[in-house]
């Protein structure tokens, strides 16, 4: 039994070495396999999925490494199995509370138009009235100062004029009013 445990512990972490180095380079984005079945097993917006290959190292990991440690204190087989059984989840909890912790660190920085509009800023580049072209403007969205173009419905708005944003008129053109 202890040799089991033994075939079990060595390429694992082998493996699971591959993987953790693989993680701070940053070449884990994947693991490159899919589960035999079809359903969801994400559910939702989690971070963890139950059936991964990831999963199943740590799990192994875990059992094959609490069946060597317990193999000397505990002499019946069945309760060391079912002791190296429960640690090997004890690691795919602990896992899953670690990565649950990291994604709580993740922070979208994305650019998107609609963060635009109530926003205000000035104009770089005069803005023609009723439409008639675009001009562009300077607005701060997420501590970033941003170079949009720009229409307005009303009279024509001169540079350094500052403005409001009011609108998206399209994928790259937002409505803009002046500031009284």
Do not use: H
């Not at 875990?62 to 317990?70: A, P, R």
């Not at 650019?111 to 770089?124: D, I, Q, R």
């Not at 803005?127 to 072209?133: L, V, Y």
């Amino acid at each position: 039994m202890l040799r089991t445990y033994w075939f079990i512990a060595l390429p694992v972490s082998l493996i699971f070495l591959i993987q953790a180095i693989m993680t701070f380079v940053g070449l884990d984005s994947t693991d490159g396999l899919d589960a035999d079945f079809d359903g969801d097993t994400s559910s939702g917006d989690t971070p963890f999925q139950l059936f991964s290959f990831r999963n199943l190292i740590n799990f192994l990991l875990g059992f094959s490494w609490g069946g060597i440690s317990f193999y000397s204190t505990i002499p019946n087989k069945f309760i060391l199995g079912s002791v190296a059984f429960v640690i090997g989840v004890i690691f795919l909890l602990l896992f899953f509370l670690i990565i649950r912790q990291l994604k709580k660190l993740e922070e979208d920085n994305s650019f998107k138009l609609p963060m635009c509009v109530g926003k205000t800023g000035s104009v770089y580049l005069t803005i023609p009235e009723q439409k008639t072209g675009a001009g562009i403007v300077q607005v701060s969205v997420g501590g970033t100062v941003k170079e949009l173009n720009a229409i307005t419905t009303g009279d024509k708005i001169e540079t350094g004029i500052l403005i409001r944003v009011t609108g998206i008129e399209s994928d790259n053109l937002i409505i803009v009013e002046r500031l009284q």
